[in-house]
């Protein structure tokens, strides 16, 4: 939780929505469903298919998350939205995450 606080911008305009949540609004929801994920069964993330695009002081990143855990196993496709911070440290925060399954293809 540690590493995921110290991402994250701590204010009322950061959003996140995980894979059939509804949205959530300002770090203390979203840290608090990170907590409660973190809490459930062991989860492994392989990111693939990175891409990274920036404009000033704003970045976004596009990324499939292939999540593997004792329960499931699903890919979600993922794009983070990074602003670098305005209080002088020139940190990037998480500001959007917004993550969508991906429904498997036929062949």
């Not at 459930?40 to 693939?48: A, D, E, H, K, S």
């Not at 939205?81 to 062949?107: C, K, N, Y």
Request: overall charge negative.
């Amino acid at each position: 939780m540690d590493a995921m606080s110290d991402v994250w911008e701590h204010s009322d305009r950061a959003v996140c929505v995980h894979p059939g949540w509804q949205r959530l609004h300002g770090w203390a929801s979203i840290s608090a469903s990170f907590f409660a994920i973190f809490q459930g069964p062991p989860i492994q993330f392989v990111l693939t298919a990175e891409r990274v695009d920036l404009d000033g002081d704003v970045a976004w990143v596009h990324v499939d998350e292939n999540i593997l855990s004792t329960e499931v196993g699903s890919t979600v496709a993922a794009i983070n939205v990074f602003s670098r911070s305005a209080d002088g440290d020139g940190r990037w925060r998480l500001v959007v995450h917004h993550g969508a399954p991906v429904t498997p293809t036929q062949e």
